[in-house]
């Protein structure tokens, strides 16, 4: 498997500069206590079952006989030691070796749901930096940010997965994926969405997920030292109301992509729609002079992403339109939380990873993407139906400092040998049933 970027860690806790593509390997190695399934439903993994209090503040969970990798079982003293690390905020008791409670600040009727995000999954740390887990693979050769060797694990407690390995070369270019393509040396390739448009007159087996990662523009608080003001609120508005998703979506992502006015896309919540689209240039030329704003505006993009470069120039001249001058630029640095806190840019341009197919989750993990104050973000852990869910993102967008663009389709390429390939609506690859015609 080729991917387009360097991961350089396979630990969940640690910020990574291309979170979808590492949680692709991680999620062969490393389990959570529970799943979403292709429908959107939490499902036992290593948790077998769980029952929350009256209040719905206290969940208690069993777990399932399993055990690491290494030999040794997943009980729940291990388990609360995976969590605390990865939420200290949550008091967790260990009720016997195979049950445990955790115990939330407020109500919190979709724990079940949130515990399915990779950042909880369930990973024992001996001390020496490995990492150990209960996948249905294990590392068998660990080369960062150029290739890791994923063998089978004979001794997973769901069964053995099919495949016996799984090579995965990272950073490979344009030039390169078509030339292994031609070759038919490899058997599956992450794609870029205009790599996709490279090979459309061509007969090579591409995938497309549904449109699920989000492309938003976030503006910052400060630059770095808090040498720069934030933004004025209605020049954000303008910029938001100058933008032409549409067209955006349409010609730039050749259709791959939908216009986006929510975090989370229509397919998920069904609510979507009522995030109305206010491509209004003339309004936005009103709020600009009302602002009597007159600066330029620096707008920075992931560097090495062709897409996010093309996305990034079409909105400056919305907004040239508009009478607001955006000046884009690349940057190795804006796709980390830390790298934007000392960013000097006024925005920045992110591609966020739809991380599970339960929007109540979704939600949670692109708050804390986004790097959102907790007193916004913390009414999503209480929220408990659609509605609930539907005013947390409008408080998130209110006043404009997070811009959705667009939702991203996720694209591989497939060697016509690779068979029983599954890719989930948000992009994550289901591999334990994958397999490879032999050379005839």
Do not use: C
Not at 66 to 92: C, H, M, Q, T
Not at 186 to 200: G, I, K, P, R
Not at 222 to 248: C, F, H, T, W
């Amino acid at each position: 498997m080729l991917l387009q970027h360097k991961i350089t860690s396979l630990d969940p806790l640690v910020e990574t500069d291309y979170p979808a593509e590492r949680d692709k390997l991680t999620q062969l190695l490393f389990e959570t206590l529970t799943q979403i399934d292709s429908q959107g439903l939490v499902r036992p993994l290593l948790a077998s079952s769980w029952q929350p209090d009256a209040n719905q503040r206290v969940w208690q969970f069993q777990l399932r006989l399993a055990s690491f990798e290494d030999g040794s079982v997943i009980n729940s003293a291990a388990v609360a030691v995976a969590l605390r690390s990865a939420n200290p905020d949550w008091k967790i008791v260990v009720i016997n070796r195979q049950a445990f409670s955790i115990e939330t600040p407020v109500a919190s009727p979709h724990l079940p749901e949130m515990l399915s995000l990779p950042k909880f999954a369930i990973v024992k740390r001996p001390g020496d930096n490995s990492l150990i887990g209960s996948g249905p693979y294990k590392v068998g050769q660990w080369q960062p940010g150029e290739r890791a060797l994923l063998v089978a694990n004979d001794d997973y407690w769901g069964g053995r997965p099919y495949p016996d390995a799984i090579e995965v070369q990272m950073g490979a270019s344009l030039r390169e994926h078509l030339l292994e393509h031609n070759l038919g040396r490899d058997h599956a390739a992450e794609l870029n969405l205009d790599q996709v448009h490279a090979l459309d007159q061509t007969s090579q087996n591409v995938i497309l997920s549904r449109p699920a990662e989000l492309m938003v523009i976030v503006f910052l608080q400060s630059g770095k030292a808090g040498a720069k003001k934030p933004l004025d609120p209605r020049v954000r508005e303008a910029i938001a109301d100058a933008m032409n998703r549409s067209a955006i979506s349409n010609v730039l992502l050749q259709k791959r992509g939908v216009p986006a006015t929510a975090l989370l896309p229509q397919w998920l919540t069904g609510y979507e729609f009522m995030f109305p689209d206010n491509n209004n240039p003339e309004q936005a030329r009103k709020l600009r002079a009302e602002a009597g704003f007159f600066a330029t505006v620096s707008l920075a993009y992931d560097f090495s992403d062709p897409v996010s470069k093309m996305v990034a120039e079409r909105i400056a001249v919305d907004a040239h339109e508009a009478g607001i001058t955006v000046q884009p630029f690349g940057d190795p640095h804006i796709n980390t939380r830390a790298g934007r806190r000392t960013a000097t840019a006024d925005a920045v341009l992110l591609r966020l990873p739809l991380r599970a197919l339960n929007p109540f989750a979704a939600l949670e993990s692109i708050a804390e993407d986004l790097d959102l104050p907790q007193e916004t973000t913390s009414p999503i852990l209480n929220a408990g139906r659609p509605d609930e869910l539907l005013a947390v993102e409008r408080k998130m967008l209110e006043d404009n400092r997070v811009v959705p663009v667009a939702h991203l389709s996720q694209a591989v390429w497939l060697n016509s040998a690779v068979h029983n390939w599954q890719q989930l609506a948000n992009g994550d690859w289901s591999l334990a049933q994958v397999w490879v015609e032999g050379s005839k």
